[in-house]
């Protein structure tokens, strides 16, 4: 069952390869706290342009590993090109819930706070994480989709 996260407010936009990266905040009701997401748009399909409404391209979700964020592969990978190329949109979204205060979470870099699981934790100490159902269950991704997934380092 889908469940409809709050509207992303767009927090950064940056041109790049004709297209842009759009990194957008919202509250999620599944976690438990805010989260961010990056999203590549190639050209055509941005949102905040004159786009056709309901163009719809293939998507890549690239679900990052260990001590990343949703900014990591964005910065650093430089597959917009190729995603340009190609008409392809990427959504990056972060590894963990951040921010909730739980005890423990960030004494190791391998377990808690960008520790990059995607589950749902059974123990009930952790039981805001549940990532599994944030990446799999939520809609109102600002874009049309035909959904592939990736993961690097989980």
């Given at each position: 069952r889908?469940?409809n996260?709050a509207?992303?407010?767009?927090?950064?936009?940056?041109?790049c390869c004709g297209?842009y990266?759009?990194r957008?905040?919202?509250?999620?009701?599944?976690?438990?706290?805010d989260?961010t997401?990056?999203?590549?748009?190639?050209?055509g399909?941005?949102?905040?342009?004159?786009?056709?409404?309901g163009?719809?391209?293939?998507?890549?979700?690239?679900l990052?590993?260990?001590?990343?964020?949703?900014?990591?592969?964005?910065?650093?990978a430089?597959?917009?090109?190729?995603?340009?190329?190609?008409?392809?949109a990427?959504?990056a979204?972060?590894?963990?819930?951040r921010?909730?205060?739980?005890?423990?979470?960030?004494?190791?870099?391998?377990?808690?706070?960008?520790a990059?699981?995607y589950?749902?934790?059974?123990?009930?100490?952790?039981?805001?994480?549940?990532m599994?159902?944030?990446?799999?269950?939520?809609?109102?991704?600002?874009?049309s989709?035909?959904?592939?997934?990736?993961l690097?380092g989980?």
């Open positions: 889908a469940v996260m509207a992303p407010e767009q927090v950064s936009a940056n041109k297209g990266n759009r957008y905040k919202h509250s999620s009701s599944v976690l438990g706290c989260m997401f990056t999203i590549y748009f190639p050209p399909v941005d949102p905040a342009s004159s786009s056709p409404p163009s719809k391209v293939p998507v890549i979700w690239y990052s590993g260990l001590t990343c964020t949703d900014e990591n592969v964005i910065q650093k430089g597959a917009q090109k190729a995603l340009s190329q190609h008409g392809i990427f959504i979204p972060d590894t963990s819930p921010g909730l205060n739980v005890e423990g979470e960030s004494d190791s870099w391998d377990f808690g706070v960008g990059g699981f589950i749902n934790a059974t123990d009930d100490k952790w039981k805001l994480w549940r599994y159902d944030y990446i799999t269950k939520v809609s109102n991704v600002p874009v989709v035909s959904i592939h997934i990736m690097h989980v």
